[in-house]
């Protein structure tokens, strides 16, 4: 099993649409996870964290499973400029942050 | 606001020529990182750092070595290019688990 797993894509969906995607971790004892965006040519940012409880931040909704070992982005209302590549990332702690390979969004109008 | 730098931004590289990129960030941070990313292969871990005179091997690090003489500076050096190593290199660095990434750096080796 890969450390990080992510569906590749591409999601093709209708703006206002609620899309949401997984990513799968194999180590249980990692700490900290995250999503990360990016656009076409451009670095990674930071998009939200992902807490135990589940967090929200507008739009965006993440959620950690650590029993099944996975962390869930769900975006709803799609806007167009929520098409990007949306990288998992997981810290197992010890300074080796691992990537998933992202998930490419397409928001059709 | 500066954050992290990466020097040069485009380079184009006969093969074995060498070559190092610059990564420079103002943020104090003790872990820096160095990555390249392929199409379909997402961003893959080269050398990482987790202070001022230590370096670990990531998960590609054949190829290429890295520095870390001074705290805000990692040093990815490539000693002799091949034209697999074209790609784009991203520098980061991190804080409390979070990562800032640079601008990248694109690499072609003819």
């Known amino acids: 099993r890969k450390e990080v797993e992510q569906d590749p894509g591409p999601f093709n969906v209708p703006e206002g649409a609620t899309v949401a995607f997984n990513c799968t971790y194999s180590?249980?004892?990692?700490?900290?996870f995250f999503w990360y965006r990016q656009d076409c040519r451009k670095e990674p940012k930071l998009l939200m964290s992902?807490?135990?409880s589940g967090n929200e931040d507008g739009r965006f909704t993440a959620q950690l499973n650590r029993a099944s070992q996975y962390i869930s982005l769900l975006i709803r209302d799609s806007k167009l400029s929520d098409s990007a590549t949306y990288l998992c990332?997981?810290?197992?702690?010890?300074?080796?942050?691992?990537f998933g390979k992202g998930t490419r969004l397409h928001i059709l109008p | 606001n500066a954050g992290v730098t990466q020097t040069p931004k485009f380079r184009v590289l006969k093969t074995g020529q060498s070559m190092t990129l610059l990564c420079a960030q103002d943020?104090?941070?003790?872990?820096m990182y160095w990555y390249r990313q392929d199409p379909g292969m997402g961003l893959r871990l080269i050398h990482y750092?987790?202070?001022?005179?230590?370096?670990a091997k990531g998960e590609v690090p054949d190829g290429y070595n890295v520095s870390r003489l001074k705290k805000q500076n990692f040093l990815l050096g490539l000693e002799s290019a091949a034209p697999s190593q074209t790609s784009v290199y991203f520098c980061?660095?991190?804080?409390?688990?979070?990562?800032?990434f640079g601008e990248g750096s694109w690499l072609t080796v003819v």
């Open positions: 180590n249980s004892a990692s700490q900290s």
């Open positions: 992902v807490y135990s």
């Open positions: 750092s987790v202070g001022e005179g230590t370096t």
């Open positions: 943020m104090n941070h003790e872990y």
């Open positions: 990332v997981v810290n197992p702690s010890g300074g080796k942050i691992i």
């Open positions: 980061a660095s991190s804080y409390e688990d979070t990562i800032y």
